[in-house]
């Protein structure tokens, strides 16, 4: 029998690397190796070199198998402009050993490269791994990509988490990014509320960027331009009247008739302001006091509710007992139950202060949080508010210890205080 000689030298001599290596591993170094290598790619914008195999490709992938298999076949080296050699090599890596690295700075590009090839279970790798990775202060460029690469189910969850926790996300970089069709997507939800300044001014440094994207000079003219029919989608009456003639109107983006029509709106509400919408009140006020009652002159005072929920719920506020000379704060902290069950509650150490806008009423104010708190049905809450003031106050005599809100049963027990919350106002999630 003809023995075969493997080594370039004619040695004899064979170079075991495969022994005890999986497939994958097998795979893996043949690539980075180069060895066999039989298609080459230019890849980037400088056009670098990189080799692979035809098998492994067209195996993996029906685009790659139609590049480099069927009669229109590339003979010559494949030029990839679009993305850089880093992040094509890492689509590599996954082709040939089922596994890859995701940062939140690779998987959108890596997410592009799967639909583009057709990879389908590496685009379900990056599009889990997008979900998992959603918060508060990347939710808007998710949403950005989840709407470029036609991902429903991504883009509805990013756009949940965009409203639910709509005081933090107005303020992160990426809202001011959103295109045009997201941007409106947003603002037209009846959950995106312009109760305060803070949302306001987001939307303009939207539009402004806008005017900036689109080579525009950056004028009130052009700001309203841009935010086209989406204005109308802005429902400014919450804001109040003072609010409303302290941003709005200088903001140049109403005209004198808009203006006009919902400062009278909020004078008389029912006055008809078309074509601006009027979203609905989703909230619900929760009134936990019967009845209220003088006290004396008190320097500071607070007062703790214990709250549980049996279905999550958002607290968007409260209405505390007071007047103008009154400040007030508000505390929260979260409590757990035992992974073991009959344990009792556990209490979280950490402990918050929530902040809120204040509006006064007559004996009255309403402390509208920044952002609404999510009460999670497997939780309870502690919130204390503390209130000061020089003047004689009013409090409350009594609280109801089981409340219902729709399904929701929302159990409240006083810890301490003398009855300084009069409601709650609270929406289910």
Known sequence: MASVEVSGDNSGFVDNWQSGKTLAECNLHMLTSEDSCDVSFLVGKEGKLVRAHRY???????VFYAMLCG?????????????????????????????????????????????????????????????????????????????????????????????????????SPGFKTLCTSCFHKVVSSDKFLTIDETRFNAALLWAETECKRQGREVSPENKRLVLGETVYELD?????????????????????????????????????????????????????????????????????????????????????????????????????????????????LNREELPAVVRRFPNEVELKLSEALILEKSCRYEIEVRRESNKSGLSGSSVFNNITVGECQISVREERGPGLISRLIMEET
């Open 56 to 62: 492994v490709l067209s195996s993996r992938s029906c």
């Open 71 to 171: 009669p229109l076949a590339e003979k010559e080296d494949i030029k990839i402009p679009d993305v850089e050699e880093e992040l094509f090599s890492e689509a590599l890596r996954y082709l040939y050993t089922d596994k890859t690295i995701l940062t939140a700075k690779n998987v959108t590009g890596l997410l592009y490269l799967a639909k583009k090839y057709s990879v389908g279970a590496l685009e379900r790798l990056c599009v889990a791994y997008l979900e998992s990775s959603l918060t508060a202060e990347n939710a808007c460029v998710i949403l950005e990509q989840a709407h470029v690469f036609d991902e429903e189910k991504l883009f509805d969850r990013a756009l949940k988490c965009i409203i639910e926790r709509c005081g933090t996300v107005v303020r």
């Open 236 to 348: 400014f009456t919450p804001m109040g009247m003072e609010a409303f003639a302290k941003v709005v109107v200088p903001s140049g983006i109403l005209s004198g008739d808009e203006c006009t029509k919902l400062l009278c709106h909020m004078v008389l509400p029912g006055t008809d302001v078309a074509p601006f919408k009027i979203k609905p009140e989703l909230d619900t006020w929760v009134t936990l006091y019967a009845d209220r009652i003088d006290r004396d002159q008190c320097q500071k005072e607070s007062n703790i509710l214990i709250i549980a929920c049996s279905e999550d719920m958002r607290l968007l506020g409260l209405r505390a007992f007071g007047d103008d000379s009154c400040k007030y704060s508000i505390c929260l902290r979260k409590e757990c139950r035992r992974p073991i069950a009959g344990r009792g509650w556990k209490a979280k």
